[in-house]
């Protein structure tokens, strides 16, 4: 009985020791507690010499959704509402260059063209001719660059929020950049509850220990997101693709949060004019990221589309 009751202190203990001693470990143990969930299991592929972790999970034969993550995010972007899509399709998620656990070289050029044909070069050396694509904010640039440059690889087309297009109404992230200002790196502690306030439209609490660990990270890589945000901002801001959108050939979906502060909410205006057959949906209680805010109904509204794409 002693016996039991001690084994049952230890395990009410250590998750409590961990989060105060050591919370690094228990972060991650979240985060693999969210890939088993969405059936997800990370792998690696080597491309132009450099390896690519990515996650993966679904039936081998089914039909491939390549998932492309944001800015100053990673490949657990897609965690949250991995398993609405792993019992039918083969889910794809990898690090870019730059981001989670990739290469962070800072001599690489990251523009939107050189990230979206190292995505290219991925789908090669994955073997994958031809897949569904959807990407979120500069994630969604880049399947937007790979499918006016790339067309006949991508089988569908899903825009989260999207950059790369400029809507009639300029965003609070567009004002704060001419202002010399960028609320999306991450430069001391406060920053973590600020950059969430900032893509959520209702945050998610986060455990104080856990900021520390994303701190941390992001303190990390802080010149080096500096450098890829600004050559984000300049193809978004100065480059934006709105006068070639007709080129896109695949039936494409625009998922889009009313109330984003970093690309507002018009340009859904502008791709679905000018995206023939295109078709949006855009969430009143959501912001930039809506399959962390809300991964079901971001799920079911990207699910809807691929079974009226005949998919």
């Not at 450099?50 to 034969?61: M, Q, T």
């Not at 679905?272 to 809506?290: K, W």
Request: charged residues 25%; glycine residues 8%.
């Amino acid at each position: 009985m002693n016996y039991l009751l001690i084994t049952a202190a230890i395990l009410i203990a250590l998750p409590v020791l961990l989060y105060v001693v050591s919370p690094a470990i228990l972060y991650r143990q979240f985060q693999k507690a969210m890939r088993r969930k969405g059936r997800l299991v990370q792998k690696s592929v080597r491309v132009d010499g450099a390896a690519w972790p990515y996650l993966e999970g679904g039936p081998a034969d089914g039909e491939i959704i390549v998932f492309v993550h944001g800015f100053g995010a990673d490949k657990d972007s897609w965690s949250f509402a991995a398993h609405h899509f792993t019992d039918k399709y083969r889910m794809i998620s990898p690090d870019l260059p730059g981001f989670g656990e990739s290469d962070v070289s800072a001599e690489r050029d990251y523009s939107i063209a050189a990230q979206t044909g190292r995505l290219i070069q991925f789908l090669d050396a994955m073997g994958i001719e031809k897949c569904h694509v959807a990407g979120n904010s500069m994630g969604g640039f880049i399947a937007l660059q790979a499918a006016l440059d790339h067309g006949h690889r991508l089988t569908t087309l899903t825009l989260v929020n999207n950059a790369g297009v400029t809507g009639a109404n300029e965003s609070e992230l567009q004002k704060l950049v001419t202002e010399g200002q960028n609320p999306l790196v991450v430069r001391k502690p406060a920053d973590i509850d600020q950059l969430m306030a900032f893509v959520a439209h209702k945050p998610r609490p986060i455990p104080g220990q856990f900021k520390k660990v994303m701190f941390n990270e992001a303190k990390g890589r802080e010149a080096l997101l500096d450098k890829i945000f600004l050559a984000i901002a300049q193809d978004s801001l100065e480059n934006p693709v709105n006068d070639r959108l007709h080129e896109v050939k695949c039936p494409t979906l625009i998922i889009w949060g009313k109330h984003d502060r970093l690309i507002d909410v018009s340009a859904v205006d502008v791709l679905e004019a000018r995206i023939e057959g295109s078709e949006s949906v855009v969430f009143d209680h959501l912001a930039h990221v809506p399959m962390i805010e809300d991964p079901k109904a971001f799920a079911d509204a990207h699910l809807s589309f691929l079974a009226r794409a005949g998919r």
